[in-house]
């Protein structure tokens, strides 16, 4: 399994991915999942992926060769797309020709085309944006009420979000949020574990502020989840027992 989201509020954007990959009970490797691109002073753009990795391997193999446009015969890639927008309708086309090469024979092995993206950064000019991108090709944007996006096993790490993430949160906030989120991921699925990768980037830089592996015993996200633990538990404690029944 995967988990990885994506947090954009109005000091920048976030980006946190496991490096899990596991073909069985017997069979756990490490792949980096968030694959940054840029361009330092013209654009900075990031995809994490989840879903199967040979798949989301041929995908950002496509993207880097780029797709033949037929109107004009040029190579259109992430580093030469106009806007944000097109660059995430470049990776749509990307995933809808991996599909159209590889379908069927996945069909014929009874396996799923199972691929999703998490798709953000930012073009000089522009805002910074956030998309997830479906294995249909098709996507969504983030929005300023619901400032976060999340692929793969996504269910533990969401209530964190639901409840603490707004667009106006501080950066490095909404960084400690989403690896609580990444935290309480691991801790209900083994299939999602460490190393772990994360990308801050702030509005009109275009360059990474972090870009960093966080590794098993990292000193601030050991303690980071001894005192997630803790602040639940003393949370849980100080709620008062449910006047039902014969509760006293």
Request: with cysteine.
């Amino acid at each position: 399994m995967t988990y990885c989201c994506g947090i954009l509020v109005k000091q920048g954007l976030v980006m946190i991915a496991d490096t899990r990959t596991n073909a069985g009970l017997d069979n756990i490797s490490t792949f980096r999942k968030l694959h940054v691109f840029s361009r330092p002073g013209e654009r900075i753009m990031a995809i994490a992926s989840a879903g199967n990795l040979a798949i989301s391997q041929s995908v950002l193999s496509v993207l880097a060769e780029g797709l033949e446009n037929a109107a004009t015969g040029e190579r259109e890639t992430l580093m030469n797309a106009p806007t944000l927008f097109q660059a995430a309708q470049r990776i749509g086309r990307a995933v809808r020709e991996v599909n159209r090469v590889e379908g069927r024979a996945l069909e014929a092995e009874d396996i799923n085309f199972d691929v999703s993206f998490l798709f953000g950064g930012q073009v000089k000019g522009e805002r910074p944006r956030l998309f997830m991108i479906y294995p249909a090709g098709n996507f969504i944007e983030c929005t300023t009420d619901t400032p976060y996006l999340q692929i793969g096993e996504h269910k533990y790490g969401k209530p964190v979000l639901d409840r603490a993430i707004t667009y106006d949160a501080d950066i490095y906030d909404a960084l400690k949020i989403g690896l609580i989120s990444m935290d309480s991921t691991m801790r209900s699925n083994l299939g999602v574990g460490m190393p772990i990768d994360i990308l801050l980037v702030r509005p009109d830089t275009l360059d990474a502020e972090l870009n960093m592996r966080i590794e098993a015993g990292e000193p601030y996200f050991h303690d980071l989840r001894a005192r997630w633990s803790e602040a639940l538990r003393s949370a849980h404690q100080s709620i008062p027992r449910p006047p039902y029944g014969k509760a006293k």
